[in-house]
């Protein structure tokens, strides 16, 4: 092994399938040896019986449906109003200073601290679970693409004025430009942020989704179940992110080159 | 008397195209109180479809000035005029080419050079044509579609001036555009930038630490002296154009190259003898 070489596309996906395979064998180990309860743990086997019975039986489709739902509502809402107000900030020092400090505070507060508060302000229904991850992920955003946006090359930007660029030739053909890969590599790490909270959100006062059914297994012992809509999370948070990361890759191939 | 002199040295002739008066940059020092003087005032004209160079040790003002000229960064004292009016800011009649690179990395070298033609408005069709041209005029025919990571330092920098050129500002302003690039390289650079401005004698001002490129290409070199900057002598080259690299070796070029290495070497040991103490020019 040598520091940062590159290794064949082949020997990389065999590397990581292969962590899969010990991961579920040291798994198998401990629940079929008897090493943990199954009271506990469910033994792979088990686990996906629970999981095949959930989408037969229990109609489990819909629930992810809705967790996506959420997820990528809420979501939306916070990059469309994100995106923007960072990107002000980022390029005008007075607006950022304007909203900078409080953002700055707002990040720190924990989404999950306010679902009560949302529970009262929005009842349990769609809004509430919508403004958790909106909550959670909006303010991460705006300071984000802010810090992208005004560390933009001045350099470049100065080259541009000497091409004849106005100031909204600068933003919309040089920082926007040279930030947009900086800012959907954020929008790809935010959403998976988002999918935490989303499950939070679901586990108190929901009727439906993921975190519901997780809740409901919880209450029945049932750990094949909530082992399998952990995995269910997990398996959808690795495709959107690749999706997302292939998108990025199509959109801006020239951030690619090294 | 003495007046007159002095209006005369601060009024050049109507002629020039364009004019330093009294430009002299301070700048704060980094850290704690005190200033530094890049520049002492110093006045400059320049004509017409001259080439000039500018000659001086490392931080000596030269960036400062070509920048204070391209409108990027604004003189404690004195203006510049182009064509007989002052400068407040940067703009498309003075193209400028960085030592760094500073080709967008998200555009294509075809769209790098179109960069300024759309900011103005042109046509695409229009665009597309100015922009084979001057790809073809620095030699780049077959890369219009490489982004600049997949270039050399020298095709970058080529890509940079055809973006100036093709832009048709009055004048060029080339801060070290080949410093960074190999010997090789350099003097081959160096040979295209003089065929260019053979063909179409678009003023040039040309800064440079490299004495046999200040010569080279230039119909005058300006001598800075070091830090705070200032002109120390002026020396006009009369080689013949074209000129062929093969100039180098004759006898007038031996006879510039060994006045201006007099004229710079007694400026760096002056450098390197600041740089041992500490600077004596802050607190003022
Ligand atoms: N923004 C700035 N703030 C403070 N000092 C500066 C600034 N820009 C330049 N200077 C100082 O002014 C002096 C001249 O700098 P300048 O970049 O013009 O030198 P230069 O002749 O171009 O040098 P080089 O050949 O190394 O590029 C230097 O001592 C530098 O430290
Ligand atoms: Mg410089």
Redesign the interface.
């Given at each position: 092994m040598t520091p940062l070489k590159p290794i064949a596309p082949i020997r990389r996906i065999t590397l990581g399938i292969l962590f899969f395979v010990v991961f579920v064998a040291i798994w198998a180990a401990a629940t079929f040896g008897g090493l943990v309860s199954k009271v506990f743990l469910a033994d792979p086997l088990t686990m996906v019986r629970e999981g095949i019975s959930l989408f037969v039986e229990q109609g489990f489709i819909k629930d992810i449906g809705i967790t996506v739902w959420r997820v990528v509502g809420g979501f939306v809402l916070a990059a469309v109003l994100a995106v923007p107000l960072g990107i002000a900030m980022g390029t005008y020092r007075p607006v950022g200073a304007f909203f900078e400090p409080f953002v700055s505070f707002a990040r720190y507060l924990p989404a999950s601290a306010f679902i009560p508060l949302l529970i009262l302000w929005a009842g349990i229904g769609e809004l509430q679970k919508l403004l958790v991850i909106f909550i959670g992920s909006f303010f991460q955003l705006v300071l984000m693409v802010a810090v992208i946006v005004g560390n933009a090359r001045t350099?470049?930007v100065?080259?541009?004025?000497?091409?004849?660029?106005?100031d909204a030739?600068i933003v919309r053909?040089?920082l926007l430009?040279?930030a947009?890969p900086d800012i959907a590599e954020t929008l790809r790490l935010v959403l998976g942020w988002a999918w935490t909270y989303v499950i939070v959100a679901e586990l108190i006062g929901s009727s439906s989704g993921i975190g519901h059914m997780i809740t409901d297994s919880q209450a029945l012992l049932n750990t094949g179940q909530i082992i399998f809509g952990i995995i269910v999370i997990g398996v959808i948070g690795l495709v959107s992110d690749f999706c997302f990361k292939a998108a990025n890759q199509k959109l801006?191939?020239?951030?690619l080159?090294? | 008397m003495g007046v007159v002199a002095v209006s005369a040295a601060r009024d050049p002739s109507a002629s020039a195209q364009l004019s330093v008066l009294q430009v002299g940059r301070v700048f704060p020092a980094p850290r704690g109180r005190g200033t530094i003087e890049a520049l002492q005032p110093i006045d400059l004209a320049v004509e017409r479809n001259d080439f000039i160079t500018i000659l001086g040790p490392s931080g000596c003002g030269k960036s400062t000035l070509l920048r204070i000229i391209a409108g990027l960064d604004t003189p404690t004292t004195g203006r510049v005029l182009l064509e007989g009016r002052p400068i407040t800011g940067p703009g498309p009649d003075r193209g400028m080419v960085f030592q760094s690179y500073t080709l967008f990395p998200w555009l294509t070298v075809r769209e790098n050079i179109c960069f300024g033609l759309r900011e103005k408005g042109m046509a695409l069709p229009e665009q597309q044509e100015r922009a084979a041209f001057f790809i073809d005029r620095v030699g780049l025919n077959g890369f219009e579609q490489h982004y600049p990571k997949q270039l050399s330092g020298g095709m970058q920098q080529r890509t940079a001036l055809a973006r100036a050129l093709a832009n048709d500002p009055q004048i060029l302003l080339l801060d070290e555009p080949f410093g960074a690039l190999d010997n090789q390289t350099r003097v081959l650079m160096q040979e295209l930038l003089l065929g260019i401005w053979e063909a179409d004698r678009k003023t040039v001002l040309f800064v440079t630490h490299d004495i046999d490129e200040s010569i080279f290409m230039a119909n005058r070199v300006i001598v800075f002296t070091a830090r705070p900057g200032r002109i120390k002598t002026e020396l006009a080259i009369d080689l013949p154009h074209p000129r062929h690299y093969t100039v180098k070796t004759t006898p007038r070029f031996a006879e510039y190259k060994g006045e201006l290495t007099e004229a710079i070497r007694g400026e760096v040991l002056q450098t390197m003898a600041r740089e041992r103490q500490p600077p004596a020019d802050s607190g003022g």
């Amino acid at each position: 092994m040598t520091p940062l070489k590159p290794i064949a596309p082949i020997r990389r996906i065999t590397l990581g399938i292969l962590f899969f395979v010990v991961f579920v064998a040291i798994w198998a180990a401990a629940t079929f040896g008897g090493l943990v309860s199954k009271v506990f743990l469910a033994d792979p086997l088990t686990m996906v019986r629970e999981g095949i019975s959930l989408f037969v039986e229990q109609g489990f489709i819909k629930d992810i449906g809705i967790t996506v739902w959420r997820v990528v509502g809420g979501f939306v809402l916070a990059a469309v109003l994100a995106v923007p107000l960072g990107i002000a900030m980022g390029t005008y020092r007075p607006v950022g200073a304007f909203f900078e400090p409080f953002v700055s505070f707002a990040r720190y507060l924990p989404a999950s601290a306010f679902i009560p508060l949302l529970i009262l302000w929005a009842g349990i229904g769609e809004l509430q679970k919508l403004l958790v991850i909106f909550i959670g992920s909006f303010f991460q955003l705006v300071l984000m693409v802010a810090v992208i946006v005004g560390n933009a090359r001045t350099d470049l930007v100065e080259a541009a004025y000497t091409l004849g660029a106005k100031d909204a030739g600068i933003v919309r053909r040089v920082l926007l430009p040279g930030a947009a890969p900086d800012i959907a590599e954020t929008l790809r790490l935010v959403l998976g942020w988002a999918w935490t909270y989303v499950i939070v959100a679901e586990l108190i006062g929901s009727s439906s989704g993921i975190g519901h059914m997780i809740t409901d297994s919880q209450a029945l012992l049932n750990t094949g179940q909530i082992i399998f809509g952990i995995i269910v999370i997990g398996v959808i948070g690795l495709v959107s992110d690749f999706c997302f990361k292939a998108a990025n890759q199509k959109l801006f191939p020239w951030a690619l080159l090294r | 008397m003495g007046v007159v002199a002095v209006s005369a040295a601060r009024d050049p002739s109507a002629s020039a195209q364009l004019s330093v008066l009294q430009v002299g940059r301070v700048f704060p020092a980094p850290r704690g109180r005190g200033t530094i003087e890049a520049l002492q005032p110093i006045d400059l004209a320049v004509e017409r479809n001259d080439f000039i160079t500018i000659l001086g040790p490392s931080g000596c003002g030269k960036s400062t000035l070509l920048r204070i000229i391209a409108g990027l960064d604004t003189p404690t004292t004195g203006r510049v005029l182009l064509e007989g009016r002052p400068i407040t800011g940067p703009g498309p009649d003075r193209g400028m080419v960085f030592q760094s690179y500073t080709l967008f990395p998200w555009l294509t070298v075809r769209e790098n050079i179109c960069f300024g033609l759309r900011e103005k408005g042109m046509a695409l069709p229009e665009q597309q044509e100015r922009a084979a041209f001057f790809i073809d005029r620095v030699g780049l025919n077959g890369f219009e579609q490489h982004y600049p990571k997949q270039l050399s330092g020298g095709m970058q920098q080529r890509t940079a001036l055809a973006r100036a050129l093709a832009n048709d500002p009055q004048i060029l302003l080339l801060d070290e555009p080949f410093g960074a690039l190999d010997n090789q390289t350099r003097v081959l650079m160096q040979e295209l930038l003089l065929g260019i401005w053979e063909a179409d004698r678009k003023t040039v001002l040309f800064v440079t630490h490299d004495i046999d490129e200040s010569i080279f290409m230039a119909n005058r070199v300006i001598v800075f002296t070091a830090r705070p900057g200032r002109i120390k002598t002026e020396l006009a080259i009369d080689l013949p154009h074209p000129r062929h690299y093969t100039v180098k070796t004759t006898p007038r070029f031996a006879e510039y190259k060994g006045e201006l290495t007099e004229a710079i070497r007694g400026e760096v040991l002056q450098t390197m003898a600041r740089e041992r103490q500490p600077p004596a020019d802050s607190g003022g």
